[in-house]
C-alpha cells in the first residue's frame, strides 16, 4: 500500500511596474529547471503569506511589499501526495544580488503572457494572467 500526504504550501506572483507594464518574476525549479512560481512549505509560525514572503527572498532573492492579495489556491497531485497550493500577489520593492539559492536557480522578469505561457500548472498561468485586474 502506498502512503499519501496531503500537505499545504503557499507561494507568490512577484511582480513589478516598468514603464507602465507589470512584469512578474519567475525562477527555475530545483531539478527540472521549470520555470516556476516561488513557493514553499507553511512554517507553522508564519501565516501563508509571510510563508511564501519568505520563500520568495530565499529562492529567488526578492523583498516584496506587504500588500497582498490572494490570487487563488491550487490542488498539484505529486508522487507523494496532494499539495494544497494558496498563491498571493507580491509587488518587488527590491531585488537581491545575494540570496540563499542564488547558485542554484536562475531568476528572469517576463510580461505577463510570457510568465503565462512559461508555468506548466495551468491554474498559476490563469492568476498569472488575471494579475493586473486583481491588484489595480
Do not use: H
Not at 540570496?99 to 503565462?116: G, H, N, Q, S, V
Not at 495551468?122 to 485586474?133: G, R, S, Y
Amino acid at each position: 500500500m502506498k502512503l499519501e500526504f496531503n500537505f499545504d504550501q503557499s507561494g507568490v506572483i512577484p511582480y513589478r511596474f516598468n514603464k507602465g507594464t507589470i512584469e512578474v518574476l519567475l525562477i527555475t525549479s530545483l531539478k527540472r529547471k521549470k520555470w516556476i512560481i516561488p513557493k514553499g512549505y507553511i512554517e507553522f509560525n508564519l501565516s501563508p503569506f509571510e510563508s511564501a514572503k519568505k520563500e520568495a527572498y530565499e529562492e529567488a532573492g526578492i523583498i516584496g511589499s506587504n500588500e497582498t492579495v490572494e490570487l487563488g489556491a491550487v490542488k498539484i497531485i505529486k508522487g507523494i501526495g496532494n499539495c494544497y497550493l494558496k498563491v498571493y500577489s507580491m509587488e518587488v520593492v527590491k531585488l537581491l544580488d545575494d540570496y540563499p539559492e542564488k547558485e542554484l536557480r536562475k531568476r528572469k522578469w517576463m510580461a505577463i503572457k510570457d510568465a503565462a505561457d512559461s508555468i506548466s500548472i495551468a491554474e498559476v498561468a490563469v492568476m498569472i494572467e488575471k494579475l493586473p485586474q486583481k491588484i489595480k
